[in-house]
């Protein structure tokens, strides 16, 4: 029937642009973090900020995401915008990429070390050193364009800090972590 066929049409436009704005958003977003500027004047407490972010996500994937918070403020001069794009990528990252039927694990501890974890088969080390280079992607199902950890990445250079990958996780046989240390600038 003429109509479905319009409306397949129709809903393959739609589908095409939003992955378009999508891109032109992590394009701009990968524009910014390359051109630094991801240091603030004064130290800002990003343990709130980390809490809004994830009851976000929480909302988006209800019972997928597990937080853990340290008892004292996590006070960084890494700019709280640049952290919650980087934070923000980390665990759309982990919700897409990682198993569907685990928890993703996000914890910020005392000392400002935050982990992002999650389950799902490992990534060979020759693909894990590449990860962070733009377009780069490994074996998923999940659609992106490969441009969250080269953001990630370059926010963390920018600030001073490291971005570490790891596959398996800590103190597992499989899935993938993401640490970074807020407090060390
Ligand atoms: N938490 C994770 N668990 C398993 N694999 C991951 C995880 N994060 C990233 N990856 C792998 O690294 C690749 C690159 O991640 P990146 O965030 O740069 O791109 P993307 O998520 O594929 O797309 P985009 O972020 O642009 O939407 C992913 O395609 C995936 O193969
Ligand atoms: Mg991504």
Redesign the pocket.
Known sequence: MPDDYLKNDVAEIEEALRSLS?LSG?LLELAKAEGGGALSQSQQDLVPILAMIARDFEAQAPGRVVLSLPEREVNSFLDPDAFAILVR?LI???L???SRSEPVKINLNDNGVLRVC?G?AR?PPEQLAL?RNRF?????D?A???????IADAIAKGAGMTLHLRSPATGRQDG?E?ELNLACI
């Open positions: 999508v992590k990528n759309e990252n982990a897409k990429h990682g999650n799902g990534v990860l780069a992607r490994a074996k998923t999940a992106g364009s490969g441009l969250g950890l080269a993938f993401a």
